[in-house]
């Protein structure tokens, strides 16, 4: 017997090693939140993982993102992520998708998963995602901002009764709109701190190495949870 998943067993059984084999989960975005969740659930034994990101690694992202790399640079973040994991998984079936999430593929994307993490930023990404897996069943876990934090204390809470998070507000006001009432969103209560412009005088949100990944592991936990029950 494989000792890949020996001690994973030990946790979770034979039928919930079993589950996870038969799961199939789409994580949307592969950054700091995204790659974690991906390199978590490759680990775990699941079955099968759909990674959509439409963006190349960038030298920006080597001091948070788990695929980054120097050697990955310039490399599509679907292969980037790809090469990552068959390093130490051989065996999960990838269906890499190198496009950005929005209104006119959510449905296409979506289709077909047991469970879909959305660990991107782009506030109309989030609003069709959350739309689409409501009308089609499909349970949706949604990271909300990382960015301009320190403290790595996320957890899964309903997006309808959060407070103090900016990207949580604003996707709060678009999914009342649309009708959403309810969402599993992985949050923490650490406002977001002020931070000077960036090198080229915009807001890009400032980070640090373990705060996106504690979300990332946080969403990965949850995925795994529900898919076991």
């Known amino acids: 017997m494989s000792q ?78 790809e090469r990552m994991i068959r390093r130490y998984n051989r065996d999960v079936a990838l269906d890499l998708c190198c496009v950005r999430a929005g209104e006119d593929n959510a449905r296409e994307l979506i289709a077909d998963m047991d469970v879909v993490i959305d660990a991107v930023d782009d506030l109309n990404a989030k609003e069709a995602l959350a739309v689409c897996c409501k009308e089609a069943g499909v349970p949706l876990l949604s990271s909300m901002g990382t960015g301009n934090k320190l403290q790595t204390a996320f957890a899964m809470r309903d997006l309808f009764s959060t407070s103090g998070d900016p990207l949580a507000r604003a996707l709060r006001r678009r999914l009342r709109r649309r009708g959403v009432e309810t969402l599993a969103v992985c949050i923490s209560d650490e406002l ?6 960036d090198e080229n005088g915009g807001h890009t949100p400032a980070s640090i190495a373990f705060v996106p990944p504690s979300a990332g592991l946080t969403l990965a936990s949850e995925a795994v949870r529900r898919l076991l029950l």
Do not use: F
């Not at 977001?192 to 412009?197: A, E, I, L, N, S």
């Open 4 to 81: 890949v998943h020996a001690r994973t067993r030990r946790l979770i059984g034979e039928d919930g090693l079993r589950r996870l084999e038969r799961a199939r989960v789409c994580v949307v975005g592969l950054g700091g939140v995204g790659g974690a969740a991906v390199w978590a659930l490759s680990r775990c034994g699941v079955g099968m993982l759909r990674l959509v990101d439409g963006d190349v690694v960038t030298e920006s992202n080597l001091n948070r993102q788990i695929i980054a790399e120097y050697d990955s640079i310039g490399m599509e973040k679907t292969r980037a992520a």
């Open 192 to 197: 977001p701190r002020d931070v000077p412009p």
